[in-house]
């Protein structure tokens, strides 16, 4: 028998419900202008459905934005293989464009539904899924609610609580229970976010590690590697991944300190938002380097300083060609951005202070030798010019990033597991193809 819902709750409900027709269009259709809205597919956020259900047990498996979808593919994968359609939805542009590249055949994306009742109803009625899979942290209270009103399970996967997120949960209790206690199980990445969980009145079932550990390294072209590689024969090569405003500056003075020690230095710049590389390009030419940026179809030569990558999925092809990487979210307080997929490739690893949000694999690289911690502009570039300059050095720190990163498997398995009771029987899994 389900909850009784808190006044908050049902209030939420009533003004969701009661200002959606006039808020929503204008506010979706602001975020057209901002470029954070596809407007051939605003249909999708009202809850119509982009393409027809396909015949068969489905499975709906939800992640916020890029780190919970990448998350998911591993789960999504599982379910194909078994012979299930699985629809994925996410929130924004720069996952639906990764899951476009990354989604296997049986899988198709759709946008989430504003956490509108009759929106999420709407959604429902078309798909009927069997099961919803969320990843990570994300509770939308109508959304959990109308999953409940029809019926359909919702499981939390690689299921995170950060302690931040927890003390806010505490101030309201009952809230907080009202929509954990509807999550049929959750499958949490870590003990500490099992025991926050199940404090907020989840019902956890157990704890997998994180599913990004079991991801495969990011694809890229082994021609377009190839010619990168080739084109820069010769010039010592870092790279900055995924950084972040307040990170840049550090990042120029870096290069500026080992080029003034290591010769025909190349460092490649990736901002975890590629739309900011207009802005990062005019400040590293007003810093004095010679920018070359990608989006621009522009490759390096040699009066290249600085390669700025403002592009969408070639994370992988960089990795491949740069051996010492900088994660960036690490020189600021942003938490840190996900070390896993370059260790997974083999590169020495160096970030900052600021490692919260993946301290799990942070602290296990710097355990390992795997990575180390540059806490200002000036280690960063101490570091990574020695390991520029003592190639056994950075092999060993390179292997040991990737021994670390192999050992932290099999979250994979364990949710799988506790997935398997509302998982339909396998069938064959080319009957998944839509």
Excluded at 197 to 203: E, V, Y
Aim: charged share 20%.
């Amino acid at each position: 028998m389900s909850q009784r819902l808190p006044i908050p709750l049902l209030a939420y409900r009533v003004a969701t419900s009661c200002l959606a027709p006039a808020a929503a269009p204008a506010w979706l259709r602001r975020r057209v202008r901002d470029g954070k809205e596809d407007e051939g597919r605003l249909g999708e956020r009202y809850g119509f459905a982009g393409r027809e259900r396909p015949p068969g047990e489905l499975v709906w498996a939800h992640g916020a934005s890029v780190g919970e979808t990448m998350a998911l593919l591993p789960v999504i994968d599982a379910l194909v293989r078994r012979g299930v359609k699985v629809l994925v939805t996410s929130g924004t542009l720069t996952s639906a464009g990764l899951l476009a590249r990354r989604l296997p055949p049986g899988a198709r994306h759709q946008f989430l539904p504003l956490d509108v009742p009759r929106y999420l109803a709407r959604f429902l009625r078309h798909w009927r899924p069997r099961l919803a899979i969320f990843a990570e942290s994300e509770v939308w209270p109508n959304t959990i609610i109308e999953l409940e009103r029809a019926g359909i399970p919702l499981v939390l996967v690689n299921g995170r609580m950060s302690v931040g997120s927890f003390e806010g949960w505490r101030k309201a209790p009952k809230i907080a229970r009202a929509l954990f206690g509807r999550f049929a199980l959750c499958v949490a990445q870590s003990r500490a976010d099992a025991e926050r969980l199940s404090t907020l009145g989840a019902s956890v079932a157990t704890i997998s590690g994180n599913l990004k550990f079991d991801l495969p390294p990011p694809p890229a072209d082994p021609a377009a590697v190839e010619h990168f590689a080739s084109m820069t024969a010769g010039r010592e090569i870092w790279m900055a991944a995924s950084t972040h405003p307040g990170e840049d500056a550090a990042i120029f003075e870096a290069h500026q300190a080992i080029a003034a020690r290591r010769r025909n230095l190349l460092t490649i710049l990736a901002p975890r938002h590629p739309e900011r590389g207009p802005a990062v390009a005019q400040a590293a030419a007003e810093a004095g380097l010679g920018v070359a940026q990608r989006s621009l179809g522009t490759e390096p030569d040699q009066a290249t300083d600085l390669y700025l990558v403002d592009t969408l999925g070639e994370l992988g092809l960089f990795y491949r060609v740069a051996p010492v990487v900088f994660m960036g979210g690490t020189l600021v307080p942003r938490g840190g951005q996900n070390p896993f997929e370059p260790a997974r490739l083999g590169t020495a690893i160096l970030h900052g202070q600021h490692t919260e949000n993946f301290a799990e694999i942070f602290d296990a690289l710097d355990r390992n030798n795997g990575a180390v911690c540059v806490p200002d502009a000036g280690s960063l570039a101490a570091a990574a010019a020695a390991l520029l300059g003592n190639g056994a050095l950075m092999r060993d720190m390179a292997r040991a990033a990737a021994d670390t990163a192999a050992s932290l498997g099999g979250a994979l398995e364990r949710t799988m597991q506790a997935l398997e009771p509302y998982l339909p029987a396998p069938a064959d899994a080319r009957e998944a193809f839509w």
